[in-house]
C-alpha cells in the first residue's frame, strides 16, 4: 500500500527565512510525485509534478527536489502569501489514483 | 489549467434530507473525480469516472452515489444525510488517467449536517 508522509505538520517562519518541507514515500515503482498548494476553504492548487530521482522543478520562491524515498519542497525568502498548506501525494505501480500526505501548514509572518 | 465548478459552496442540511452536490468542468476532459477530505486530514478518493456511463468507487467506503450523464457533469448524491457525513468534498477532473496526468480540483463543498 502506497503511504505518504509529510514534516513537519506546522511550521512558522518570518518572511525572508528561507526553509524546505519535507514529504517521505513508500510506493511500488513511482511514476509521479505531486505537490499541491491549498488555501483555507478552497481546493488544492496543482505546483509541480515530479517523475523520477534527481528531478528538480521551480516556480517562483519554490522549488521541488526528488530521492528515491523522498521529495523536498524548498521556499526561498518567502512572503505572507505563501501560507498555506502544502500537500504531497504519489502515484505508483498500477495503481492511477493517487495517495495524499496530510499536507504541512505553512505560515509566514511579515 | 483547468475550470472546475462546484455548487454549493457551503450547505447546512438537517439530518435525513436528499443532497446533491453539482461538479462542472469545462475543459473535455475525460476522468472526473470526487474526494473527501475532513479538516488537517488527507484526501481519501471516494469516486472517479473513465467518461460517460462510466463510474467506480474510490478506496473510502461511502454511502454517496455518482453519475456520469455528460462528459462535463458529475454531480454526487446523498439520499439521506446524517452527520457523519459532514466533511469537504472536492471535485476533480484530468485528461486521461494514464501515469503523469496532473488532477486539477475545483474550490470544494463544504457540507454540514444537523
Known amino acids: 500500500e502506497d503511504q505518504v508522509t509529510q514534516s513537519p505538520e506546522a511550521l512558522r517562519l518570518q518572511e525572508g527565512e528561507s526553509s524546505s518541507l519535507n514529504c517521505s514515500y513508500t510506493?511500488?515503482?513511482?511514476?509521479?510525485l505531486f505537490w499541491y498548494r491549498q488555501d483555507p476553504g478552497k481546493g488544492p492548487e496543482f505546483l509541480f509534478t515530479?517523475?523520477?530521482a534527481g528531478e528538480e522543478k521551480e516556480k517562483e520562491r519554490l522549488k521541488a527536489t526528488l530521492t528515491k524515498k523522498e521529495s523536498f519542497l524548498h521556499i526561498t525568502a518567502p512572503k505572507p502569501e505563501d501560507s498555506a498548506t502544502y500537500l504531497c501525494?504519489?502515484?505508483?505501480?498500477?495503481?492511477?489514483?493517487?495517495?495524499f500526505g496530510k499536507g504541512t501548514l505553512l505560515t509566514v509572518n511579515p | 489549467e483547468a475550470d472546475i465548478y462546484q455548487t454549493p459552496r457551503y450547505l447546512v442540511i438537517g439530518t435525513g434530507k436528499k443532497i446533491t452536490l453539482e461538479c462542472s468542468q469545462t475543459?473535455?476532459?475525460?476522468?472526473m473525480y470526487w474526494y473527501q477530505q475532513d479538516p488537517g486530514m488527507e484526501l481519501h478518493l471516494i469516486h472517479y469516472?473513465?467518461?460517460?456511463?462510466?463510474?467506480e468507487k474510490g478506496d473510502l467506503s461511502s454511502e454517496s452515489t455518482v453519475s456520469r450523464i455528460r462528459t462535463e457533469h458529475f454531480p454526487l448524491t446523498l439520499e439521506s444525510a446524517r452527520p457523519s457525513h459532514t466533511s469537504q468534498y472536492l471535485c476533480?477532473?484530468?485528461?486521461?488517467?494514464?501515469?503523469?496526468?496532473?488532477?486539477?480540483f475545483g474550490e470544494g463543498s463544504w457540507l454540514t449536517v444537523v
Open positions: 476533480a477532473s484530468s485528461e486521461s488517467m494514464g501515469f503523469g496526468n496532473t488532477i486539477y
Open positions: 510506493v511500488s515503482g513511482l511514476r509521479g
Open positions: 515530479l517523475y523520477s
Open positions: 501525494a504519489v502515484q505508483g505501480g498500477s495503481n492511477y489514483k493517487l495517495t
Open positions: 475543459m473535455g476532459h475525460d476522468k
Open positions: 469516472s473513465y467518461g460517460v456511463n462510466s463510474t
